[in-house]
């Protein structure tokens, strides 16, 4: 059975571009959440989405965005891009009312040069 | 807004010997994760702690709940070098109406052989 999938594993942009981040989760997984992980630094929370609607959401500017399909995989997307958002992108799914936690996909390296 | 220090943040210890990584957090959570972490590689999931007194144990691991101190321990019997990681700790914030998990800044545990 496949685990959560992301894509792609490493991406390079310029800054000022924009990027689109793609998450597939756990097959039966409503549940998807985006984090942002800064090397040396734990995962911080960008978005949760839950049956297609946006259940949570971190501080992080409005450049970042995200949405969830009908098939429950889900896209971040990030305009503008900065230095600072040089970064390795995770994606989690969940199962909602489960006591097993969420997974971890095995992230998107993004490079802001 | 939730905190969640773990401490130490850097650890080195000799192969054979035992320690324990705290974890503590600022708001009620009936919900607590550790994970694993190498390096350029995202997150495995050890534990989920789903109640207070909750201990469980795999290997050389064993990590434990107590949501009345909001304290959750991991404790590592006889190190061995390939337990070198950093180690996560994460609080379940759906307690607060709030669907997301909040993440220490990580334990670095070096084991030196």
């Known amino acids: 059975d496949a685990g959560v999938t992301q894509s792609p594993t490493h991406l390079i942009k310029t800054r000022g571009q924009q990027v689109t981040l793609r998450c597939s989760p756990i097959?039966?997984?409503?549940?998807v959440s985006w984090y942002q992980q800064v090397l040396g630094q734990g995962p911080q929370f960008i978005f949760q989405?839950?049956?297609?609607?946006?259940?949570g959401r971190g501080n992080f500017p409005d450049r970042f965005s995200a949405r969830q399909f009908p098939n429950y995989s889900s896209e971040l997307n990030v305009n503008a891009l900065l230095l600072g958002d040089s970064a390795l992108y995770l994606c989690?799914?969940?199962?909602?009312?489960?006591?097993?936690?969420?997974?971890f996909g095995s992230g998107t390296r993004l490079t802001v040069v | 807004e939730l905190k969640v220090e773990q401490n130490p943040l850097f650890l080195s210890m000799q192969e054979g010997k035992n320690y324990t990584i705290y974890c503590n957090y600022s708001?009620?959570?009936?919900?607590l994760y550790w994970y694993r972490q190498d390096p350029g590689k995202s997150l495995e999931s050890l534990f989920v702690?789903?109640?207070?007194?909750a201990v469980k144990q795999e290997g050389r691991l064993m990590a434990s709940l107590d949501t009345k101190a909001r304290l959750s321990t991991l404790h590592i019997t006889a190190a061995v070098h390939d337990l070198s990681a950093t180690y996560f700790c994460a609080v379940d914030t759906s307690l607060n109406r709030d669907d997301k998990i909040i993440f220490g800044k990580g334990t670095r545990l070096h084991i030196l052989p």
């Open positions: 708001t009620t959570s009936d919900r």
């Open positions: 989405y839950y049956e297609k609607e946006e259940r």
């Open positions: 702690l789903l109640s207070n007194g």
């Open positions: 097959s039966g997984h409503k549940s």
């Open positions: 989690a799914s969940s199962f909602v009312g489960s006591n097993y936690g969420y997974t």
